[in-house]
Nanobody, 116 residues
Framework: QVHLVEFGGGLVQPGGSLKLSCVAS????????MGWYRQAPGKERELVATITRGDRTNYADSVKGRFTISRTSAWNALNLQMSSLKPDDTAVYYCNTETNSTNTYWGQGTQVTVSS
């Protein structure tokens, strides 16, 4: 099993920046992909960005050029650097991982609010 804990959410003004982090523990050697998802009130959870063991990244169109996903070489931490934040980025952000046994794990989520 993989246990995920997110950090770094909070309140930020439009145009500001925020960095989210996710610490992974457990069977991290089995991780194949890690990513960030978000869920705004009344909306479905959506992909924000993912990164694979080959460091191939994928971003939602809505965050391309503004968000950057990165990971530690040991796969024990995942980061999301967010800049030029917009009110539409307001959501609960979840860390996600998939393993080589096709299991999926989620963190508890961290709230990001973009408001003046």
């Amino acid at each position: 099993q993989v246990h995920l804990v997110e950090f770094g959410g909070g309140l930020v003004q439009p145009g500001g920046s925020l960095k989210l982090s996710c610490v992974a523990s457990g069977t991290i050697f089995s991780i194949t992909t890690m990513g960030w998802y978000r869920q705004a009130p009344g909306k479905e959870r959506e992909l924000v960005a993912t990164i694979t063991r080959g460091d191939r990244t994928n971003y939602a169109d809505s965050v391309k050029g503004r968000f950057t996903i990165s990971r530690t070489s040991a796969w024990n931490a995942l980061n999301l650097q967010m800049s030029s934040l917009k009110p539409d980025d307001t959501a609960v952000y979840y860390c996600n991982t998939e393993t080589n046994s096709t299991n999926t794990y989620w963190g508890q989520g961290t709230q990001v609010t973009v408001s003046s």
